[in-house]
């Protein structure tokens, strides 16, 4: 069975810092991997995905997330962090065509000025 | 071009209604996906669509949650007899076929059961 941790509930960073979301994941076979964005309100928002190559993948805002096969990890970072990039952010594992995307239980960033 | 869209976007019941929740996906995706969102969680899967086929219903936590989608366009999620543990906010996404393209999520349902 497929699943996510997140083991941050929270993470405070100051404005221009960097910040790293953490993420581990368990998946038989090769995962696919994706991490969404969340503001109030409002339904989950794509940032970015892993499928294959490159283990530093870019996605939108200036986030990246780095792959890594032998620790199961798919951290989410930002050289310099916003304090709009406030918001709840979560991780996502899908094991193959014809299953469902399990998401982790997010993580709540907030950049402070 | 226009996103997911889901209504209502609010809708209050009292425990024992039935109700009905919309979305409309994007055009030409053919997955559909339905999930549940406790305050403050990660969503939980409920159940996927490829087209008119409900290829996976695994998640819908008891028989009287139904989904469908007639025409492999809209989708409606039916919960029948609702009760107060049924409140939270219900996600519909869609994505193009194959596994590496992402889910586009609508803005969500909030139910909450009185």
């Known amino acids: 069975a497929q699943s996510v941790a997140q083991p941050e509930d929270q993470v405070n960073v100051a404005e221009g810092n960097p910040l790293t979301v953490k993420c581990t994941y368990s998946?038989?076979?090769?995962?696919?991997l994706f991490w969404y964005v969340q503001y109030p309100n409002r339904g989950l928002q794509f940032l970015l995905k892993?499928?294959?190559?490159?283990?530093l993948v870019k996605g939108s805002y200036g986030f990246e997330a780095e792959f890594n096969k032998s620790q199961t990890s798919f951290h989410l970072k930002k050289p310099s962090a916003l304090v709009s990039d406030s918001a709840l952010y979560f991780c996502?594992?899908?094991?193959?065509?014809?299953?469902?995307?399990?998401f982790g239980p997010g993580t709540r960033l907030s950049v402070l000025p | 071009g226009a996103g997911v869209s889901q209504s209502p976007r609010y809708k209050v019941a009292k425990r024992g209604q039935d109700v009905a929740l919309r979305c409309d996906p994007i055009?030409?995706?053919?997955?559909l996906f339905w999930y549940q969102q406790a305050l403050g969680q990660g969503p939980e899967f409920l159940t996927y669509?490829?087209?008119?086929?409900?290829?996976?219903k695994s998640g819908l936590p008891s028989d009287r949650f139904f989904a469908e989608r007639p025409e492999g366009s809209v989708s409606t999620l039916k919960i029948q007899r609702t009760q107060q543990e049924d409140s939270a906010v219900y996600l519909c996404?869609?994505?193009?076929?194959?596994?590496?393209?992402?889910?586009?999520f609508g803005n969500g349902t909030r139910l909450t059961v009185t």
């Open positions: 996404a869609s994505s193009l076929g194959g596994t590496g393209n992402p889910l586009h």
């Open positions: 892993y499928i294959t190559g490159d283990n």
């Open positions: 996502a594992v899908r094991a193959a065509y014809g299953q469902n995307f399990v």
């Open positions: 669509f490829q087209n008119e086929a409900q290829l996976d």
């Open positions: 998946v038989s076979g090769n995962p696919y």
């Open positions: 055009s030409g995706h053919v997955s």
